[in-house]
């Protein structure tokens, strides 16, 4: 059974930073490309950073030079270190892991907020 479990959501004001953390099980983790989404309610799922298996890295350009994507094939994570947050940032945010099907993580809220 595919598991993706997100953490390090929360309330934050502007200018603060977050780390967003996804644990993977029951996959092949390091031949999966794995990312991180985000959604606001009434608005499309959007691809914030992506990660290939080899560790290259793109990034949304509303995120790029702010925030950044790592993974560890050894504990089967993903993070996302995600500084310098604004209230554009707010939205839900999950991980995803994709090799021909997309395996989708339950969510974390990220609120930010003064």
């Known amino acids: 059974q595919v598991q993706l479990v997100e953490s390090g959501g929360g309330l934050v004001q502007p200018g603060e930073s977050l780390r967003l953390s996804c644990a993977a099980s029951?996959?092949?983790?390091?031949?999966?490309?794995m990312g991180w989404f985000r959604q606001v309610p009434g608005t499309q799922r959007e691809s914030v950073a992506i990660i290939s298996r080899s560790g290259s890295t793109s990034y949304s350009g509303s995120v790029k030079g702010r925030f950044a994507i790592s993974r560890d094939n050894a504990k089967n994570t993903v993070s996302l270190q995600m500084n310098s947050l604004t209230p554009d940032d707010t939205a839900v945010y999950y991980c995803?892991?994709?090799?021909?099907?997309?395996?989708w993580g339950q969510g974390t809220q990220v609120t930010v907020s003064s």
């Open positions: 995803a892991a994709i090799y021909g099907t997309t395996y």
């Open positions: 029951g996959i092949q983790f390091n031949s999966y490309t």
